[in-house]
């Protein structure tokens, strides 16, 4: 069974701080996804990392993907207020027909 | 453009009801999925699908179930509700492997 862990569960802190969230697994994936939810939203996707090793930035968000595809790690800049939500990270089942969930990382953000 | 459609988007039943949940998308994905969240267990897949006439189980597929009769929809189907089936259900689709999923807005149920 593919499983994705992240960490931490829950995060505090104030704007202008850095964080960075993990997500991790023993599996290999061909690829993992990232998602921001809102209260009372669905998930929208942030990115998608495909190449071991790979760097991705959006704004004041960095993604990467590890060199052995099992993990990944999302670093936010200078949080904002507006950074705050559920941020959830993703992978493809071993059939890569559908997305299977971390249990995501609960930010908060205070100005 | 529409995107992914749920509805309704609240509902109360009693224990052993039954409904429906719909989900519509107008993208014209194959790929689609339902997925049920709640506090501190992520979203967990009920049942996907990767067109037409194709359905799988996914990781809490028991007591749902789904048809995927078309390509734009793809309902989920609570037989005998139970209080285990409170949660919010999230409808998802893609165009395809690996690409990114679109979700809808949710439908929160809550069974008495």
């Known amino acids: 069974t593919q499983l994705l862990e992240q960490s931490p569960q829950f995060l505090s802190i104030q704007e202008g701080e850095n964080l960075t969230v993990y997500c991790n697994s023993s599996?290999?994936?061909?690829?993992l996804q990232w998602y921001r939810q809102e209260p009372g939203e669905g998930p929208v996707l942030l990115v998608t990392?495909?190449?071991?090793?790979e760097v991705k930035k959006l704004k004041r968000l960095t993604f990467q993907f590890g060199d052995a595809r099992k993990d990944s790690s999302l670093h936010i800049t200078a949080a904002q207020p507006g950074d705050t939500g559920l941020y959830l990270c993703?992978?493809?089942?071993?059939?890569?027909?559908?997305?299977?969930f971390g249990k995501g990382t609960t930010l908060s953000v205070s100005s | 453009n529409a995107g992914v459609t749920q509805t309704p988007k609240f509902q109360v039943l009693k224990t052993g009801q039954s409904m429906t949940l719909q989900c519509a998308q107008d993208?014209?994905?194959?790929?689609m999925s339902w997925y049920r969240q709640d506090p501190g267990m992520g979203l967990r897949l009920i049942h996907y699908?990767?067109?037409?006439?194709?359905?799988d189980q996914g990781e809490v597929p028991n007591g749902y179930n789904v048809s995927r009769s078309t390509t734009e929809d793809f309902p989920l189907r609570l037989l005998l509700a139970a209080p285990s089936q409170t949660s919010v259900y999230f409808c998802?689709?893609?165009?395809?492997?690996?690409?990114?999923?679109?979700f809808g807005s949710g439908t929160r149920l809550t069974v008495v």
């Open positions: 699908s990767v067109g037409a006439g194709i359905t």
């Open positions: 993703a992978g493809g089942n071993q059939a890569g027909t559908a997305l299977i």
């Open positions: 993208m014209n994905h194959e790929y």
């Open positions: 998802a689709s893609s165009y395809r492997a690996g690409s990114g999923y679109t």
């Open positions: 990392v495909v190449t071991g090793g």
């Open positions: 599996s290999v994936f061909s690829s």
